[in-house]
């Protein structure tokens, strides 16, 4: 009589392989929630621009408009985290995050109102280049932020350091 085939016993997933499905989550919200903040910032911005506002106005403006209400569904649809916002761990932190992506998208959207200034261009047009130099540099800085407030901001350490606690380590000890 022969032996039954050996089988393979896999055990739980590793906490690696446990964590991609959530970051892929967590990205997936993080991009709906920027989409959001983008059509508010974009509602914002059209407006300024389309009444003869300058791109350093209305881009500084379209910015703050999004970055309040992708902060609130950041936090609470992405992350989890509920309760009132740490200043310190949470909202200091996130403000230095989209500060520097808001200082690219306005940056841009400023180089961009100049490059086009010389060019004496219609209204219209005008207003759909800088509308895109905006939404171009939305893009450009969505992951690097993303990576930032998963990994600093709103990370399993972050979140022990807010409750008092040493952060839970993966290394046998």
């Known amino acids: 009589m022969s032996s039954p085939p050996a089988t393979v016993e896999t055990g739980s997933p590793s906490p690696a392989a446990e964590a991609r499905p959530r970051r892929f989550v967590r990205l997936f919200r ?22 003869g506002g300058s791109a350093v106005v209305a881009s500084a403006v379209a910015f703050v408009a999004g970055a ?16 009132k916002p740490r200043v310190k761990t949470e909202v200091a932190p996130y403000l230095v995050v989209i500060a520097l992506g808001g200082l690219a998208s306005v940056g ?15 209204g219209l047009l005008r207003v759909v280049l800088l509308d895109g130099a905006y939404v171009a540099s ?12 998963d990994r600093v901001v709103f990370s399993r350490d972050a979140v022990a350091r807010d409750a008092g606690r040493t952060p839970a380590t993966t290394s046998p000890s």
Do not use: D
């Open 138 to 149: 939305y893009a450009m800085v969505f992951v690097f932020k993303f990576t930032l407030l």
């Open 30 to 51: 993080a991009a709906t929630s920027s989409v959001v903040a983008t059509v508010i910032s974009q509602v914002a911005l059209l407006v300024i621009l389309s009444s």
């Open 68 to 83: 309040v209400p992708n902060f609130l569904l950041t936090r609470s649809w992405v992350w989890g985290r509920q309760g």
């Open 108 to 122: 841009l959207t400023t180089l961009t109102g100049h490059l086009l200034a010389p060019l004496a261009l219609p």
